[in-house]
């Protein structure tokens, strides 16, 4: 049994999995880099060990240097949060080949959902639809081209390696994809040193919906219900619920059985994420699987009452998952802000710096994970993200209340975030109405006066 854990990363989700297992009876063990000296997971780990420089290429990424800190501390197991190497397939053989437990699938699986297009011939094998596109990357531009007009414009453009939205193009025409597609690969090629593309039918006004999953080593694999996160900003997750306003009980046994399938296609064991995008009609595609445990889990956990970190470690001690597809229900409504350090009311620009007085709400219903507090100093080295306000209740109604109440309580001072721009969103009536899709921010910036969020 994992009775000590290095957690390989840090901010909300470090401080995540050191609460997870203070709660087990488990002992941490945070890494961290010389501009996280201050963070919250160093100080309540259990044990901490810097690992190198600012930047993240200095140390969260130094796979080396963590599995190093992994040795000198004996610890039994790695959990890699998100991001990071977090689905870094070689780290993960790193791990195993060390004897240390990588909580997570194993490498194999994360090397095949991790190439989108093989991770799509993969699901559809398993009768999962996916969106109309290329088989596979593309081998030139005038290959691309002809199934850009194969499949019918508008395409969208993606990078094989792809994440976080980057190297992902839209194209209306033939001279609009010539221009794309090579902005789409030198995007790919800097991100992710792989130049490599793929094309899909773009589809208008879809929502993401996505699915959570659990497998255990046993081949059991069950869902826990779906997450709307169609609040996006240049496809960058801002707000995600569940259950999501647009599902109806009968679309959901559908859609989730799809997502079982597509993991027991890629042999998935632990926590992990199918994504689709759903179009108005409710006709879902699979676009891809995240192999690890997200940001937004927290909105599935306050629906389900299931702990996903303890059901990772659970999974990782190589026990059976204690309850079956039929014991998971929907009992609750939770929705989720993402509260970054950036300036809405001028394009988002990043806020880094130092927080003067910081005060989280709290309440019925009412959830915070966030690594910083009053006088903490925002590194400008690594995402904006500096917490998540997760509001709960019976139902959608009250959960969007609850979170509007919980945001005009939300004090961050001395930098700019994204909690005016939340509620503003809480306020609006095609929000409240669940009618929104992925083209929402874009439309609801574009009809909204900047200085609303300042
Ligand atoms: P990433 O791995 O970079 O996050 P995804 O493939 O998960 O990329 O897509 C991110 C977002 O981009 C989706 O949530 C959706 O909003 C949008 N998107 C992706 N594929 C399509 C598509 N074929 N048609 C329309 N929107 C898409």
Redesign the pocket.
Known sequence: MIQKILIANRGEIALRIVRACRELGIKTLAVYSEADVQSLHVQLADEAICIGGPKSADSYLRADRIISAAEIADVDAIHPGYGFLSENAKFAEQCESCNIKFIGPKSKSIKLMGD?AIAKETVRKASVQT?PGSDGPVESEAEAVKIARKVGYPV?I?AVA?????G?RIAHNDVSFAKEYHVARNEAEKAFSDGRVYL?????R?R?IEFQILADSHGKVLHLGERD?SV?RR?QKLIEESPSPFMTPDLRKKMGKAAVRAAEAAEYENAGTI?F?VDAKGNF?F??MNTRIQVEHPVTEEVTGIDLIKQQIHIANGLELEFDQKDITFTKHAIECRINAEDPARNFAPSPGTIGLYYSPGGHGVRVDSHVYSGYVIPPYYDSMIGKLICFGATRKMALERAYRALSEYLVRGIKTTIPLHRAIMADPLFIEGKAT?AYMEEFLSRTTPELFS
């Not at 792809?162 to 980057?166: I, K, V």
């Not at 899909?200 to 208008?204: L, R, V």
Request: charged share 30%; aromatic share 8%; with cysteine.
């Open positions: 989108k969106v969208i993606k792809g994440g976080g939205g980057r992902m899909e039918k773009y589809i208008e879809p993401h996160c996006q496809h994504e995008i595609y676009i891809e992925t």
